[in-house]
Antibody, heavy 122, light 107 residues
Framework: QVQLQESGPGLVKPSQTLSLTCTVS??????????WSWIRQPAGKGLEWIGR???????NYNPSLKSRVTISVDTSKNQFSLKLSSVTAADTAVYYC??????????????WGRGTLVTVSS | DIQMTQSPSSLSASVGDRVTITCRAS??????LNWYQQKPGKAPKLLIY???SLQSGVPSRFSGSGSGTDFTLTISSLQPEDFATYYC?????????FGQGTRLEIK
């Protein structure tokens, strides 16, 4: 079955760029009508959607993060990636990649990676 | 942006209890409402989509209802594995916002 796995540095210095990759295994990232998303969760807090990408390269970002976020896709590697620039301690969180799919016009996050903790600290 | 508000923020209950969690949207979202369950250290898991449709593999003791701005998640008879945090999430518009979560604890 399809699985998602996040990877990337667990520690990023303030003002630098956070970079994460999500690898899709067990199926093609290009099959089906799915968007591929990033979501984060600070310790003990709720979930915040960061953005998503379609395999065509079309993206949508959370307005609260839009100026600092870039999401890209590499279909040849079955991966999509997140870059978040100018990070501060407030960006410390568990970062999840997730699949946004649905039935008819009803969309939902039906598949999630296990998450990866990224700490912003000098 | 649409804001989602859950109540209560936390809830204590016993095995076998019937539990209801409420989610309110800041504007009408029709039935574009999903519910997720998250256990400590784990990713969220989809329970309910389109307000009342049970995701495949989810036990039938979970049910959802509502439309417009007010929604509920009901667990008919709590099982030990149901103690977790529950989140609602709207899919009516971008960004797809989550509620702040309801932590369900053992009494």
């Amino acid at each position: 079955q399809v699985q998602l796995q996040e990877s990337g540095p667990g520690l990023v210095k303030p003002s630098q760029t956070l970079s994460l990759t999500c690898t899709v295994s067990g199926g093609s990232i290009s099959s089906g009508s799915y968007y591929w998303s990033w979501i984060r969760q600070p310790a003990g807090k709720g979930l915040e959607w960061i953005g998503r990408i379609y395999t065509s390269g079309s993206t949508n970002y959370n307005p609260s993060l839009k100026s600092r976020v870039t999401i890209s896709v590499d279909t040849s590697k079955n991966q999509f990636s997140l870059k978040l620039s100018s990070v501060t301690a407030a960006d410390t969180a568990v970062y999840y990649c997730a699949r946004w799919g649905g039935i008819s016009s009803y969309w939902y996050f039906d598949l999630w990676g296990r998450g990866t903790l990224v700490t912003v600290s000098s | 942006d649409i804001q989602m508000t859950q109540s209560p923020s936390s809830l204590s209950a016993s095995v076998g209890d019937r539990v209801t969690i409420t989610c309110r949207a800041s504007q009408s979202i029709s039935s574009y409402l999903n519910w997720y369950q998250q256990k400590p250290g784990k990713a969220p898991k989809l329970l309910i989509y389109a307000a009342s449709s049970l995701q495949s593999g989810v036990p039938s003791r979970f049910s959802g209802s509502g439309s417009g701005t007010d929604f509920t998640l009901t667990i008919s008879s709590l099982q030990p594995e149901d103690f977790a945090t529950y989140y609602c999430q709207q899919s009516y518009s971008t960004p797809p916002a989550f509620g702040q979560g309801t932590r369900l604890e053992i009494k």
